[in-house]
């Protein structure tokens, strides 16, 4: 356990008011890397300041990307075009996150020159062979760590051809990084995907300028085009919104708005699973900022039932397991959920490190290969470690509005991966929890 930062929840809170939480974290990387390879100058606002998204703009200012801010959620991208980033002899660093390293590998599979991906403890421990296959197919050349692991070091100066690629898992890390691959090859790119993955990349390309032709679950892009200069307004991040979701559906006496929230339908299977337990959500003020729905979403507590999770909605809410669980162990009745291997591998192995934590906190839960089991009932009170995965925190920080007594979690630095000022946005609508 990495003890540098604690969090100690209270019983008894309830979440109340409008609050916007922070900007979507897979928009942002996007929105980096798109108006780094720009023509032009690409404004962003409602940027996500969090350590996953500056470990992207870091990567970039190291090829000469000249970036301004993060200042008050405002970046100004002074874009160099598609062959205008420089070489950097030292390693770049993507932290914590998989999407930087995976869809930065997709770029730099198409560069004229070298370069080394590395990341923290976690991100060295996850699987990189699904995108170093598809771009290797491609042309590109690319060695990684034992076992298919960062870091990743990709020989840069090789000619690229465009695939067909059939995604084997539903993951939108993959298909972005054989699309953006795609933008450097020779001739069409194209991923059929076996199962709808979030659209970020495709609908930011066309943002951009850069035609993208989405058939059913095909997407295809011709290789050369170029990037134009963008303006991009980051609505705020739903997997984020999530765990206030949750909050406030377990809460008695609930009832909180969250404002600007996006709601791209490949995001929205939190919102369909809470729904289908009965919770009481309803969304106003629908409209369309750049390409990307957002709606404010306004959640009052109710009293929630377990369900056969439908296995279509788990790459539509694939984040937001976390805290999805913490709803079902409050939940009358039995939750199942299957079809989700893939939270095994995320920054902590998601399916034991909830259950061991909820076990800790008298939860009935039973971990499968795939899911989970989880029996609703009460929570107790107990000392847990989230394994440095923010999403674990956060979760547990719900958990402890409807614990009989105080849940402290362990290993929480991460939380600022995605969402750094959790704490005061969670106090500020009710949650009782607090930094020890
Ligand atoms: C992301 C895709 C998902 C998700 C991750 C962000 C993205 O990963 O879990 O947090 O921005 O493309 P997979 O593509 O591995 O499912």
């Known amino acids: 356990m990495n003890d540098t930062i604690i969090f100690k929840t209270q019983p008894k809170g309830k979440l109340t008011g409008s609050i916007r939480v922070t900007g979507d974290k897979s928009i942002s990387h996007r929105s980096i890397m798109l108006g780094a390879l720009a023509k032009g100058t690409t404004e962003v606002s409602g940027f996500l300041n969090g350590e996953d998204c500056l470990a992207t703009i870091k990567a970039f200012r190291a090829m000469g990307v000249t970036i ?9 991208l002074h874009g160099v075009g598609l062959q205008g980033l420089k070489a950097r002899d030292a390693d770049l660093d993507m932290g914590n996150s998989g999407t930087a390293m995976r869809l930065l590998t997709g770029l730099m599979a198409g560069q004229r020159f070298a370069s080394t991906l ?25 060695t990684t760590g034992e076992s298919g692991t960062p870091p990743l070091s990709i020989e840069g100066g090789h000619k690229l051809t465009g695939i067909h690629y059939d995604l084997p898992v539903a993951s ?5 990084a054989v699309l953006l691959a795609g933008l450097y090859a020779e001739g069409e790119t194209s991923v059929t995907e076996p199962a709808v993955t979030r659209d970020h990349t495709e609908r930011m390309l066309r943002g951009f300028g850069y ?16 990037l134009t200069a963008c303006k991009i307004d980051v609505p705020a991040d739903i997997s984020s919104a999530a765990f206030f979701m949750v909050g406030a559906s377990i809460a008695k006496g609930s009832d909180l708005t969250l404002e600007h929230v996006g709601v791209n339908p490949t995001r929205t299977g939190v919102i369909d699973i809470l729904k289908l337990m009965g919770a009481d959500i309803t969304l106003s003020n629908q409209k369309e900022v750049g390409g990307e729905p957002v709606a404010d979403i306004r959640i009052r507590s109710a009293q929630l039932k377990g369900i056969q999770i439908p296995e279509a909605l788990v790459p539509l809410a694939i984040d937001e397991f976390p805290a999805l669980f913490v709803a079902a ?23 034991q490190v909830m259950a061991d934590g ?71 609508s009710g949650v009782k929890v607090s930094r020890v």
């Open 118 to 142: 590395i990341g923290d403890t976690s991100l060295s421990t996850r699987p990189m062979r699904r995108i170093t296959r598809p771009l290797e197919q491609m042309g590109a050349s690319i």
């Open 211 to 226: 035609e993208v032709v989405t058939d059913g679950n095909r997407m295809s892009l011709q290789g050369g085009g170029e």
């Open 68 to 76: 301004e801010g993060p200042e008050k959620g405002h970046v100004t």
């Open 172 to 176: 939108a890390q993959v298909k972005s």
């Open 329 to 351: 162990c409050l939940a009358e009745g039995q939750t199942v959920l299957t079809g989700a291997e893939e939270l095994r591998v995320k920054e902590s192995d998601r399916i």
């Open 358 to 428: 909820l076990l800790i906190c008298g939860a009935d839960v039973t971990p499968t290969s795939d899911g989970i089991i989880i029996n609703g009932g009460h929570l107790t009170a107990g000392e847990v470690d989230s394994h440095g995965d923010h999403r674990i925190a956060m979760a547990f920080s719900m958990a402890g509005l409807c614990a009989e007594g105080s849940i402290t979690i362990h290993d929480c630095a991460n939380v600022d991966t995605s969402f750094p000022n959790f704490i005061e946005t969670a106090t500020n």
